[in-house]
């Protein structure tokens, strides 16, 4: 036997989300950055990422300071 609840009405209409601010015209129309260059394969795109992570001061900073933060957590699954 099964018990049928209608739904309730809602009390205002739904509204969706989105970007407020400065910011938010190019947050709407921007394309995303996986459309970035002519990587066709994750081996491309992984090699681009090693390749930036060396090369830009700031991605090496950021991932010295998360590898830092983690390296000392005990493994589990």
């Given at each position: ?11 205002r ?23 970035l ?34 390296q ?6």
């Amino acid at each position: 036997m099964s018990l049928y609840i209608p739904p309730r009405p809602a009390i205002r209409p739904a509204v969706k989300a989105g970007p407020i601010g400065q910011g938010a015209g190019v947050l709407m129309t921007e394309f995303p950055l996986s459309t970035l260059g002519n990587m066709t394969t994750p081996q491309a795109k992984m090699r681009q990422a090693l390749r930036l992570g060396i090369e830009v001061p700031w991605i090496r900073s950021a991932e010295l300071v998360i590898a830092s933060k983690i390296q000392g957590l005990k493994w589990h699954i």
